[in-house]
């Protein structure tokens, strides 16, 4: 799995052409190290017409997975790209919290 983004995660992108921008994480693709994040790296998908499927075609947006090492964890309090700590809790449970402000980082699912 990769380094310490998950699903539902908040990241900011370090690299590339949307660089500085944030989203969610709504895939992860582990096989590639990739994962989707919501509204960004869209690429224009062509959409075939299948009259069998009753698909009409024609161009679509769609976001395209972008590798996870161009990513990290974004603490929206500090406005920028963390590297999370564990904090351990009293009834045992770990959560991923900024280093910098104390504040949480994990989504609720
Ligand atoms: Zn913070």
Redesign the pocket.
Known sequence: MAPGIRKNDIVIVRQGKDKGKTGKVLQIKAETGKAVVERLNYVKEFIKPDRSKNVQGGIMDKEAPIPLSRLMLY?E??Q?G?RPRHKRHEDGTRTRV?P??D?GLDQAK
Do not use: F, P
Request: with cysteine; net charge neutral; aromatic share 0%.
């Open positions: 603490c309090d500090c920028t963390v900024c910098k402000c504040n």
